[in-house]
């Protein structure tokens, strides 16, 4: 069970291959228009409502564009998913009903472990971001950094009881149409989880309780096998492209966006490949390929960089394919993983996007491209990511459950 934008669904379609590898019978239970991401691997689907897309572009979601990461920025997000969270509770009901256990992401884990208690069902979750409360690192989704041990402890928990928040309207009714007696949603943090996430990028935190666990990463199952023949031709004609994609982010003004890429790559010398992606970004060229979604593991390892938001999910094909980065983040956790992509050493710095012009992008490009010891980290990262199982480890993890 997950909900949210494309990053927080694509990983458990590959997760969900491998268990049904394993011989387990798999349903992803999360938005319609998801639908097509589990096609030809083997792994049922049940829908649910809500386009994320256009919540975040209705009049309450483009509210977030305006607001910088933060506390504010975060409770604006809790106003807008407590505003919808009740018309997913039936189709989860209904789709539990028929599991002999429950796999939860942490936009749904309250809920889901909720319905999965009041079923008897074990539960497990599957986290695509450290969401538990440490000394080591401020919140991933206020942006990371660090601001001290204990502040960012207090601050980790301040971000559990804004997740509360969400979930609070609809916890109530929903234990008791199970027979539960009534009590706080916290309770779903006491059970098992992994984080699919390379121990590389973020090492398990040495005050985290046990049974919070990192597997490495769990990689999309990908539908298509090659690359769309005008993408097939793009590549051939030259040197390697960068790609420039922002993932399913919005932004207020995509042509001037899209005219400040474009003027960055020019400046650099350099192709590019942009993604359409839910920002609308859009370029014409010669040098410049503007495409809609394609595999990112087919495409990032014949690019000399990728430009991207740090998406969870974009950030780890990044790394899978061993090429250098410029971290763009826009929001949430995506400070936090361009944070630690400057760390690896496979990015010279981020630019953030409300601070992005085409000279900023320009040098930041340059670098990445131009100075050998961000490839050859990257290709050494990249190595290494591979080598992990993470979905063989949350198989495991399943058939221990089970």
């Known amino acids: 069970?997950?909900?949210?934008?494309?990053?927080?669904?694509?990983?458990?379609?590959?997760?969900?291959?491998?268990?049904?590898?394993?011989?387990?019978?798999?349903?992803?239970?999360?938005?319609?228009?998801?639908?097509?991401?589990?096609?030809?691997?083997?792994?049922?689907?049940?829908?649910?409502?809500?386009?994320?897309?256009?919540?975040?572009?209705?009049?309450?979601?483009?509210?977030?564009?305006?607001?910088?990461?933060?506390?504010?920025?975060?409770?604006?997000?809790?106003?807008?998913?407590?505003?919808?969270?009740?018309?997913?509770?039936?189709?989860?009901?209904?789709?539990?009903?028929?599991?002999?256990?429950?796999?939860?992401?942490?936009?749904?884990?309250?809920?889901?472990?909720?319905?999965?208690?009041?079923?008897?069902?074990?539960?497990?979750g599957l986290h695509l971001q450290p969401i538990a409360a440490t000394r080591e690192f401020a919140p991933p989704m206020l942006g990371g950094g660090s601001w001290g041990a204990l502040a960012n402890r207090l601050a980790g928990h301040g971000v559990e009881l804004a997740v509360d928040r969400v979930f609070a309207p609809v916890l109530p009714s929903v234990r008791a149409r199970l027979g539960l007696p009534a009590k706080g949603p916290r309770s779903c943090r006491r059970g098992p989880v992994l984080h699919g996430f390379s121990p590389l990028m973020v090492p398990r935190p040495r005050d985290w309780r046990p049974g919070l666990d990192i597997t490495g990463y769990w990689w999309p199952y990908d539908t298509d096998r090659q690359l769309p023949s005008v993408l097939r031709e793009f590549l051939d004609a030259g040197p390697p492209p960068v790609f420039v994609g922002l993932g399913s982010a919005t932004v207020p003004d995509p042509h001037r966006l899209s005219g400040e890429i474009v003027r960055a790559l020019r400046l650099a010398g350099l192709r590019g490949v942009i993604q359409r992606g839910w920002a609308g970004l859009a370029a014409d060229g010669d040098d410049i390929l503007t495409v809609d979604e394609v595999p990112h593991s087919l495409l990032f390892p014949e690019t000399a960089a990728v430009v991207h938001h740090c998406g969870a999910g974009t950030t780890a094909a990044g790394v899978r394919a061993g090429v250098p980065a410029v971290p763009v983040p826009i929001q949430f956790d995506e400070g936090f993983w361009a944070e630690r992509l400057v760390t690896a050493g496979v990015a010279p710095r981020t630019v953030p996007l409300r601070h992005l012009t085409a000279e900023a992008l320009a040098t930041a490009l340059t670098q990445a491209t131009g100075e050998p010891r961000y490839t050859a980290r990257a290709r050494e990262l990249g190595t290494r990511v591979r080598a992990e199982d993470g979905s063989g480890r949350a198989v495991e993890a399943v058939a221990r459950l089970a």
Request: a negative charge.
């Open 1 to 124: 069970m997950t909900a949210g934008s494309r990053g927080d669904v694509a990983p458990f379609t590959g997760l969900g291959h491998a268990l049904v590898r394993a011989g387990h019978e798999v349903t992803l239970v999360t938005h319609e228009r998801f639908e097509p991401l589990v096609a030809g691997s083997g792994v049922g689907f049940h829908p649910l409502p809500v386009d994320p897309r256009a919540e975040l572009e209705s009049e309450r979601g483009r509210g977030l564009h305006h607001s910088a990461s933060g506390p504010g920025k975060l409770l604006r997000a809790v106003r807008l998913a407590r505003a919808v969270v009740g018309e997913l509770t039936d189709d989860l009901l209904a789709a539990a009903h028929s599991a002999d256990a429950l796999l939860a992401a942490a936009p749904l884990a309250p809920l889901a472990h909720t319905i999965a208690e009041g079923l008897s069902l074990p539960s497990l």
